[in-house]
């Protein structure tokens, strides 16, 4: 009986500590195997489109549907990297990823 007592803590332990979030699992896996961190990609959209809502939904309509007029990213790093692939995230799923990522990085709130 405490055999299995302590069996079932362990596991609730494990399966509640510190789960990577859909930012960690699809977005930072990939771009850690590139030089260009990620928050560059967010100062670029910032540069762009100013606002929370215009970087948002600029970078969720790249994702869905990624092509060379609609990306950011130089001409050399496109060539050298490629383009994005279309996520196979939801819409759901994405719009939490980006609202993961913008709080990430936004200095907005940070700079008090």
């Known amino acids: 009986m405490a ?10 332990v494990f ?3 510190n789960p990577k979030n859909i930012y960690e699992r699809n977005c930072i896996t990939c771009h850690n195997r590139i030089p260009v961190s ?4 967010f100062y670029r ?6 606002s929370e809502k215009d970087v948002k939904e600029a970078m969720f309509e790249f994702l869905k ?3 060379k007029e609609k990306s ?4 050399s790093i496109i060539k050298r990297f490629g383009l994005k692939k279309k996520t196979r995230l939801s819409d759901t799923e994405l719009k939490e990823a980006l609202d ?13």
């Open 3 to 12: 055999r299995l007592v302590i069996f079932l803590c362990l596991i609730s």
């Open 15 to 17: 399966s509640f500590s």
């Open 38 to 41: 990620i928050d560059k990609y």
């Open 45 to 50: 959209y910032l540069l762009e489109y100013s």
């Open 65 to 67: 549907n990624p092509t």
């Open 72 to 75: 950011l990213m130089s001409e």
């Open 100 to 112: 993961i990522y913008w709080s990430e990085y936004n200095l907005f709130d940070k700079l008090k």
